[in-house]
């Protein structure tokens, strides 16, 4: 199984901030990392597909990179609203198989 | 818009099996570029994945939940369904159903339902 590790766990900013949120891979995932925002008592919502790609109606702040094994979500000038948990998730195939994991989550928090 | 919305019992006993069904509206959920999937989140925990399905049928389900899980999807009523059997503590969790493009290896949760909370107990 593909693990997949975020730092920090937790991290505390101010709005106007810029924040990066790390994923890494235990072996490399090429370039198939996506991104979601989760806020409490809500289903997570997508963000970046494919490592840097921004979902549609996604606030531009919000960018990805990376590649392999070490990935980047960056939010840029913090607002309100960013203050959640945010994942990244891998896809790895196989013959007749797939499987899906999720990093353990980031929360993000108002200083 | 599509959109999805889980339904099933909120509570269910130690070893019988568990049972959702996801409806899709908005849309049909036999398109060519889409899976169905299932996703639970345990209380003040992370997500886990645990299968998924082709509206021809064709599944794909979690290792680590394999032999419990069944997936099926029925495109006359545009819903798909997951059965868990053998429930215990460590199944109760809030539910998710989400539509996952998976065209061009993007493999993205793109729409997600609102999820629902299923509690193991007796």
């Known amino acids: 199984d593909i693990q997949m590790t975020q730092s920090p766990s937790s991290l505390s900013a101010s709005v106007g901030d810029r924040v990066n949120i790390t994923c890494r891979a235990s072996?490399?995932?090429?370039?198939?990392l996506n991104w979601y925002q989760q806020k409490p008592g809500k289903a997570p919502m997508l963000l970046i597909y494919?490592?840097?790609s921004l979902q549609s109606g996604v606030p531009s702040r919000f960018s990805g990179s990376g590649s392999g094994t070490d990935f980047t979500l960056t939010i840029s000038n913090l607002q309100p609203e960013d203050f959640a948990i945010y994942y990244c998730?891998?896809?790895?195939?196989?013959?007749?198989?797939?499987?899906f994991g999720f990093g353990q989550g980031t929360r993000l928090e108002i200083k | 818009q599509l959109q999805l919305q889980e339904s099933g019992p909120g509570l269910v006993k130690p070893s019988e099996t568990l049972s959702l069904t996801c409806t899709v509206s908005?849309?049909?959920?036999?398109?060519?570029?889409?899976?169905w999937d299932w996703i639970r989140q345990p209380p003040g925990k992370g997500l886990e994945w645990i299968a998924s399905?082709?509206?021809?049928?064709?599944?794909y389900n979690n290792p680590s939940l394999k032999s419990r899980v069944t997936i099926s999807v029925d495109t006359s009523k545009n819903q798909f369904s997951l059965k868990l059997s053998s429930v215990t503590a460590a199944d109760t969790a809030v539910y998710y159903c989400?539509?996952?493009?998976?065209?061009?290896?993007?493999?993205?949760?793109?729409?997600w339902g609102q999820g629902t909370m299923v509690t193991v107990s007796s």
């Open positions: 998730q891998h896809s790895h195939s196989a013959p007749r198989s797939i499987t």
């Open positions: 494919t490592a840097s």
């Open positions: 399905i082709y509206y021809t049928a064709y599944t």
């Open positions: 908005g849309g049909s959920i036999s398109s060519s570029i889409y899976y």
């Open positions: 072996q490399t995932v090429s370039r198939y």
């Open positions: 989400a539509r996952r493009h998976y065209y061009d290896s993007i493999n993205a949760f793109d729409i």
